[in-house]
């Protein structure tokens, strides 16, 4: 499978992600890591992760994708967006690949079996961009059980999804703005094509929950807060999980100042008033607990420093039996 094909006489289209780079022979797209060798595009970090740990996966955010478990995370350097307040602008925005130690796909997986980790993350760049990668680590989980999760600013080509389904597990999908001109300016993508691929993914047979990170001033009245709980109600679904999460600042946002408690209640209480069932707050100490939708039982809880304790009855809410939507009991 490819992912890439000509274009005019003297360029190759990389069709990764949605910026579809034109790109001349020697040269790389805007993430800086495909490159176009002559007859083919290069995806320079195959083999090669810059970042790989074992985390809760609840740090990914996913809560209603196999909680309590360690998910093996891994990441190269290079992204397709350039966000000013990226907590990891070190590896996202490097395009030098290190490539003292390649990591063949059978090696990641092997590795997840060995810290028995059920799961595997494709996370703090964008994934989309080592696409190649990540799929063929994912096929050969497959084999032994492992199960695959992408962490995503939701800017992947029209091909890349069409893809991912039966590959790619779960997704979470940062939201990160309603402001068609932020996302242009400030983070170098495109909002329509973030919508229109978050609405392609809610019909898809891949888990999904969105992040949206709250910046102060950037993205936090209450009209821009309600626009985006509107648009996941309305047409990514009442069942899908939204994280708001506290900003803290970093990268080329250092003047800005953290993310009040106040503010995210305030995001939170807005979430819920469209209807939306499962909302939490994130990047604190104390997390929200999954409570049940129709009982309202408290049926997950999770801290930074505690393990997470579901009493889950499978996917079922134990006392009233309503389903929870997820997927929990593997
Ligand atoms: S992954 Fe995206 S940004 Fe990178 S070369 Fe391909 S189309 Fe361009």
Known sequence: MTFYKPYKETKMVCTLCQH????????TGICGVNKNIGDEIECLVY?????????????KPLYHFLPGTNILSIGTVGCNFRCSFCQNWSLSQEHEVDRSRYYSPEEIVQLAIKYECPSIAYTYNEPTIFYPYARDISLEGKKHGIKSVYVSNGFESDEVIEDMEGIIDAINIDLKSFDPKYYKKSLGGNLDKVLENIRRFSKKNIWMEITTLIVPTKNDSDDEINKIASFI???????????ISAFHPDYKDLDLPRTSIESLKRAYEIGKSHGLKYVYMG???????????NCNS????????SPT??????????????????????
Request: proline content about 8%; charged content about 20%.
């Open 283 to 293: 990047n604190i100490a104390h997390q929200t607990p999954t409570t049940c939708p």
């Open 20 to 27: 579809y780079c034109k790109i001349k022979e020697g040269n």
């Open 233 to 243: 109600a309305n047409e990514a679904g009442l069942e899908v999980p939204w994280h």
């Open 309 to 330: 304790i579901s009493s889950l009855d499978g996917s079922k809410c134990p006392h009233c039996g309503t389903v929870i939507a997820g997927v929990f009991d593997e």
């Open 298 to 305: 408290s049926l997950i809880q999770r801290d930074y420093y």
């Open 47 to 59: 083999g090669y992760p810059s970042a790989m740990n074992i985390d809760p996966i609840e740090k």
